[in-house]
């Protein structure tokens, strides 16, 4: 068993992505209307990226939005756009306080032109934070990650910069939108579900997966440390003995 660092608790992987899954469900147990659970979600991501920081994690990447998520009704989909155009502006505003840095991984060309620009904002302005890196992914979906990896790929080899024989799996990578970023080794997926739902397939291929039974907006602190826990548990070889 590992060592416990200072507070007593197991070290924290370096990178943790959650699918922030459940907040329909938690609205409507409550009689709310869905926009009122993506909220309390939203909050939910402030209280773990804040803990995230606190216990050390470097990256944490979270799924906001996917690229199928299109199909949820005009309400819905306007309402978590509102809620993250906020978010960002709030970012923005506490930028040099809070010293994070932001990537976004998707599409963002289907964004509106506000949202687009305050991602683009957030994310230039932040680069010359080190210490930790939040990735949201927007309009992600790893399918289409990979078709458009492969298509600037092809464009490359195309224009002559590149050649199909010599490329490895460590320069596709750099075509990627997580470029640069080191791969998740703990990927949470909160809210009873027990599937991928097309998050990160290329990143996660050695990934340790822990799904749990609360729903995203009653995700707390405590839930964190158990899938690290869970993660410790784990006996990882890569495929080795
Ligand atoms: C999945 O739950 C969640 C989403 C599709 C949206 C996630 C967005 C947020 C948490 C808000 C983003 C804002 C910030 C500030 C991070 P679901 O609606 O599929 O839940 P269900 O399966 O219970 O219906």
Redesign the pocket.
């Known amino acids: 068993m590992m060592a416990l660092s200072e507070n007593g608790k197991l070290p924290p992987p370096q990178h943790v992505a959650i699918i922030?899954?459940?907040?329909?469900?938690?609205a409507k147990n409550r009689g709310l209307p869905?926009t009122a659970?993506?909220k309390a979600?939203?909050e939910t991501?402030?209280r773990i990226a804040n803990y995230c920081r606190t216990i050390g994690v470097k990256y944490l990447t979270?799924y906001?939005?996917?690229t199928e998520?299109w199909k949820r009704s005009q309400e819905e989909v306007s309402g978590?756009m509102t809620?993250?155009e906020r978010?960002l502006t709030e970012a923005l505003r506490d930028m040099e306080k809070n010293r994070v840095c932001f990537h976004f991984f998707g599409d963002l060309s289907r964004l509106s032109p506000k949202l687009r620009k305050l991602c683009e904002d957030t994310q230039s302005r932040s680069s010359e934070f080190h210490e930790v890196q939040v990735n949201f992914c927007l309009n992600y979906g790893g399918r289409d990650e990979l078709v458009r990896a492969a298509r600037a790929f092809a464009a490359d080899v195309a224009a002559g910069k590149r050649s199909p024989d010599s490329l490895s799996e460590d320069e596709f990578a750099n075509y990627l939108d997580s470029a640069g970023v080191p791969d998740p080794e703990l990927v949470i997926r909160p809210?009873g579900e027990m599937r991928t739902s097309n998050f990160l397939p290329w990143q996660t291929a050695y990934s340790e997966f822990v799904f749990m039974n609360v729903?995203?907006p009653d995700f707390r602190p405590e839930d964190l440390d158990a899938a690290i826990e869970e993660y410790h548990r784990r006996n990882r070889r890569f495929g080795g003995a």
């Open positions: 922030m899954d459940g907040n329909g469900r938690w869905r659970g993506h979600g939203g991501f402030r979270v906001a939005f996917s998520n978590i809620l993250l978010y809210s729903l995203w």
